[in-house]
T-cell receptor, first 111, second 112 residues
Framework: KAGVTQTPRYLIKTRGQQVTLSCSPI?????VSWYQQTPGQGLQFLFE???????NKGNFPGRFSGRQFSNSRSEMNVSTLELGDSALYLC??????????FGSGTRLTVV | QKEVEQNSGPLSVPEGAIASLNCTYS??????FFWYRQYSGKSPELIMF????GDKEDGRFTAQLNKASQYVSLLIRDSQPSDSATYLC????????????FGQGTELSVKP
């Protein structure tokens, strides 16, 4: 059974640019959530989508947005990139509330 | 006060010993509790979840939950060098399924 797939694995962007990250959940999983991981702040929740609807949102600025498609695949977008957005972005998918499986992540570097 | 707190470590134990990892949480509305293991450069991997008071065992791992004390722990028996990783505690609040709130993680080192 395929796991959670995130693309791309690595990205280098310049300040002010925008970026889109993709996440394909495990087949049958309808919940997809996104997290940012940095050495200083640890793992922080960005948002969660369930059946194409944003169900929960973390405390991040509006530059961070996401969406989910009818096939449960999800994308997150960060506009007007800042140096502080450099991080590992992880998505996790779940069938229910008891098992959240993470993808390998996208390492974003903003220069 | 952070919502989920863990000792950052590093926690060092000899091979074959029991490693005890602790986590406290501040929101009494928390309903589900998770332990993840994260190797350096890798993504978190779910080890166990628990949602009822008491103990839950899975192989060498035992999760313990005490909602009255707002405390959850993970015991690793017969620790192996391959258990060396960062262990992350996470909780989900009532009615906020899908939103895992993580502690900072405890780094565990198992010495041969």
């Amino acid at each position: 059974k395929a796991g959670v797939t995130q693309t791309p694995r690595y990205l280098i962007k310049t300040r002010g640019q925008q970026v889109t990250l993709s996440c394909s959940p495990i087949s049958g999983h309808r919940s997809v959530s996104w997290y940012q991981q940095t050495p200083g702040q640890g793992l922080q929740f960005l948002f969660e989508y369930f059946s194409e609807t944003q169900r929960n949102k973390g405390n991040f600025p509006g530059r961070f947005s996401g969406r989910q498609f009818s096939n449960s695949r999800s994308e997150m977008n960060v506009s007007t990139l800042e140096l502080g957005d450099s991080a590992l972005y992880l998505c996790a998918s779940s069938l229910d509330t008891y098992g959240y499986t993470f993808g390998s992540g996208t390492r974003l570097t903003v220069v | 006060q952070k919502e989920v707190e863990q000792n950052s470590g590093p926690l060092s134990v000899p091979e074959g010993a029991i490693a005890s990892l602790n986590c406290t949480y501040s929101d009494r509305g928390s309903q589900s509790f998770f332990w993840y293991r994260q190797y350096s450069g890798k993504s978190p991997e779910l080890i166990m979840f628990i949602y009822s008071n008491g103990d839950k065992e899975d192989g060498r791992f035992t999760a313990q939950l005490n909602k009255a004390s707002q405390y959850v722990s993970l015991l690793i028996r017969d620790s192996q060098p391959s258990d060396s990783a960062t262990y992350l505690c996470a909780v989900i609040r009532d009615n906020q399924g899908g939103k895992l709130i993580f502690g900072q993680g405890t780094e565990l080192s198992v010495k041969p």
